[in-house]
């Protein structure tokens, strides 16, 4: 089955940089890739999420990359504001209304 | 998005008993999705609901334990059973979303803790 690798499990950036947060996955036959957000004690909302038939897609401050080839994805968030902080986590899936395995998350804080 | 309820939002519990958690969707959904996120730690998958059909569970979770319903297109519920200190979690429930992607959207968890 899948299996889903986050790296860095934590990330301190000061504000106004950037952060990078990387995934490595498994299955070949995975399709889609979303990050989630999730505040202490919210639920994870849904930031942003790619299609392994682009390889870059943006949304404001934050991006996403995949390199289909070598089974990696990461997110990308620029000009960090304090309420950036939290925990992201990544994910993998064939796509469509079908399972997702997430990876185990990064802490993310930003220093004023 | 859908607009995703759960019940209870928090409880507390004694071992050996057991718990329902109920999911409410404001639109009808084909596929619901139940997982556990323990103290600190990512998101794991119990299950998949169906609508119509027995649920598919992932491997390390049984049908004995986390019992599942899908009465209908908008309502799930999970019930933990002869729960032991070790199932408390958050429980979350996600639905498909309506765009061409089928993102998956959470409900607002259920925090369970077990004494």
């Known amino acids: 089955g899948e299996n889903v690798e986050q790296h860095p499990s934590t990330l301190s950036v000061q504000e106004g940089d950037s952060a990078v947060i990387k995934c490595t996955y498994s299955?070949?036959?995975?399709?889609?890739f979303p990050w989630y957000k999730q505040e202490l004690g919210k639920r994870p909302q849904l930031i942003i999420d790619?299609?392994?038939?682009?390889g870059e897609k943006k949304d404001q401050r934050i991006a996403v990359t995949l390199n289909k080839t070598a089974k990696h994805f990461s997110l990308h968030i620029t000009e960090t504001q304090p309420e950036d902080s939290a925990v992201y986590f990544c994910a993998a899936g064939p796509g469509g209304a079908q399972k997702l395995v997430f990876g185990q998350g990064t802490r993310l804080t930003i220093n004023p | 998005s859908a607009v995703i309820s759960q019940k209870p939002s928090r409880d507390i519990c004694q071992r050996g008993t057991s718990l329902t958690i109920q999911c409410q969707v404001d639109?009808?959904?084909?596929?619901m999705f139940w997982y556990r996120q323990q103290p600190g730690q990512s998101l794991t998958l119990i299950a998949t609901?169906?609508?119509?059909?027995?649920?598919?569970?992932e491997s390390g979770f049984v049908i004995d334990k986390f019992p599942i319903s899908r009465p209908n297109l908008t309502f799930s519920t999970l019930t933990v059973s002869n729960m032991s200190p070790e199932d408390s979690s958050i429980y979350l429930c996600?639905?498909?979303?309506?765009?061409?992607?089928?993102?998956?959207?959470f409900g607002p968890g259920t925090r369970l803790t077990v004494l």
């Open positions: 639109s009808q959904v084909t596929m």
């Open positions: 609901a169906n609508q119509g059909s027995e649920a598919t569970y």
């Open positions: 996600s639905v498909e979303g309506t765009g061409a992607y089928n993102e998956q959207f």
């Open positions: 790619i299609r392994s038939n682009v």
């Open positions: 299955d070949s036959a995975s399709n889609y």
